[in-house]
């Protein structure tokens, strides 16, 4: 970048700038940058000393006032994440435009043919080399990227760490397409016959985010869907969670044998579980007394409990069925029972605990699936489709990122993730000429001082 003296400047800029005074342009492939500069004393050297200030890019001409904050906040995060440049490495071609949808999910979801209006309202033209895109050029590039399975691998392999613990879910996505073939009747844990998608999904307990996405066809039963994401995630130093709902005796051999760690439920009427066994040791979880045990089952260790909660439900709801009249079998000796299976020897507390942690994968289930509402139902193409649900998980683990950053400055009980993005919206800038920022309301102000990203209203971007 080079300094460019007043005498030289463009007839546009002189007119924008008239005497310039207090200003300075430089210089950098044909664009032109504007700085402020004042001269301050120094107090040491006792002398003055030239202070210079980045204000913004110079325009010819254009809209003349932009959303800022809100993507200027969620640019640094990303960046600090290194999601920005593993997008630029794997999608070289395509970065910009899923930097663009992904954002736009996490601010305000737009059907695809508006997200290039929505664009334009913000100054992500200052960041990004692309024009706002259309939606015939968003579904272009989906469905390229929907095809690239080997980037979109490659870009979620980066985001697992070695030795962190995992949580696994399975979900289904539901369509009304007729031109997706990524869609096939099957059903669903309710035994319910629908046209979907079934979707797997990681989560980094330790990191409070998800970090891989794999997509199936409908029929596929969730069996060979943890099968399929093992063997991605074989090589990993990882500890692997589940729900209920993956009982095959074969699973826990794969996973061992994969070297992949694992707690996983055991169905009640396993073998292995010993319900004569003394369950000597007590612990409270959230106000439930738990009763434990741990014994040797095999090559691995069962963590055996028993929730006096669950089993004074169970009972109950048992003897009320069979006063109604109904024909149900129970056996008592079962109730309020929990078995998990593991690799690893944990203490039984440690154990359980670990396992319940896998409510947060179903909260970003439901985060996912508001991500997905507003175009999920007409995504024809199955290229688009595999495109769209990658872009997606990218917002979701945008919204994460956010999430995450907030609880890290202990103000996620009182602001939320749709909160700060629409209190950083409020932080503009007008194109005077040149760029300069807008007055910024007070309570927006104090926010970003709190969260310590006073860059985002005092710098447009980085040139």
């Known amino acids: 970048m080079k300094y460019v003296p007043k005498g030289e400047w463009p007839e546009w800029i002189r007119n924008q700038l008239g005497e310039g005074k207090n200003y300075e342009v430089r210089e950098s492939n044909g664009n032109y940058y504007l700085y402020r500069y004042e001269n301050v004393w120094d107090k040491e050297n006792k002398r003055p ?23 200027a906040f969620l640019i640094d995060l990303l960046s600090r994440h290194n999601v920005v440049e593993s997008l630029r490495k794997h999608f070289p071609d395509h970065w910009e435009e899923l930097l663009v949808f992904s954002m736009n999910r996490v601010v305000r979801p737009f059907p695809l043919k508006r997200v290039g209006s929505w ?6 033209g200052e960041f990004l080399e692309i024009d706002p895109p259309s939606g015939k050029k968003l579904s272009k590039v989906l469905g390229e990227v929907g095809v690239d399975v080997k980037s ?24 009304t397409s ?16 629908l046209p979907k998608v079934n979707i797997a999904l990681l989560f980094s307990k330790d990191r409070n985010m998800p970090i891989h996405l794999r997509i199936f066809f409908g029929s596929v039963h969730e069996i060979k869907t943890i099968e399929a994401v ?29 070297n992949v760690k694992f707690v996983l439920p055991l169905p009640r009427d396993d073998d292995r ?14 106000d439930r007394i738990i009763k434990s045990t741990s014994y040797p089952a095999g090559t691995y260790h069962l963590y055996h409990y028993e929730d006096q909660v669950l089993k004074h439900t169970e009972t109950k709801n048992y003897y009320k069925l069979k006063l109604d009249g109904k024909d149900v079998s129970f056996n008592e000796s079962w109730a309020g029972k929990i078995a998990l299976l593991s690799n690893q020897k944990l203490d039984p507390e440690e154990a359980y605990l670990i396992w319940k942690n896998r409510g947060r994968i179903e909260k970003a289930f439901d985060v996912l699936q508001n991500l997905l509402e507003t175009d999920r139902p007409y995504i024809s193409s199955e290229e688009v489709f ?12 945008t919204y994460y990122i956010v999430l995450n950053f907030l609880q890290e400055h202990e103000v996620n009980n009182r602001v ?20 300069a920022f807008s007055e910024i309301p007070k309570k927006v102000r104090e926010l970003a001082e709190e969260l310590k990203v006073e860059n985002i209203m005092h710098k447009i971007w980085e040139s």
């Open 49 to 71: 000393k030239k202070k210079t200030e980045y204000v913004g890019s110079l325009k010819r001409n254009g809209r003349s006032v932009f959303e800022h904050g809100h993507v």
């Open 119 to 124: 664009m334009e309202k913000t100054s992500l």
């Open 152 to 175: 979109q691998s490659e870009f979620m392999r980066e985001l697992i760490r070695d030795d962190e613990m995992l949580l696994y879910d399975g979900s289904m996505i539901y369509s």
């Open 178 to 193: 007729n031109y997706n073939k990524l869609l096939e009747v099957g059903y669903d844990k309710d035994e319910l016959f």
């Open 230 to 258: 093992i063997r991605e995630i074989k090589d990993k130093d990882i500890l692997f969670i589940a729900d209920k709902g993956f009982y095959k005796n074969d699973l826990y051999d794969d996973l061992d044998e994969g």
């Open 273 to 286: 579980i010993q319900y004569d066994e003394d369950l000597s040791e007590v612990f409270k979880y959230r």
């Open 386 to 397: 595999r495109g769209y649900l990658f872009a997606s998980f990218i917002s979701l683990t």
């Open 416 to 435: 939320s993730v749709k909160d700060v993005l629409f209190e950083f919206s409020k932080i503009r800038i007008e194109d005077r000429g040149y760029s």
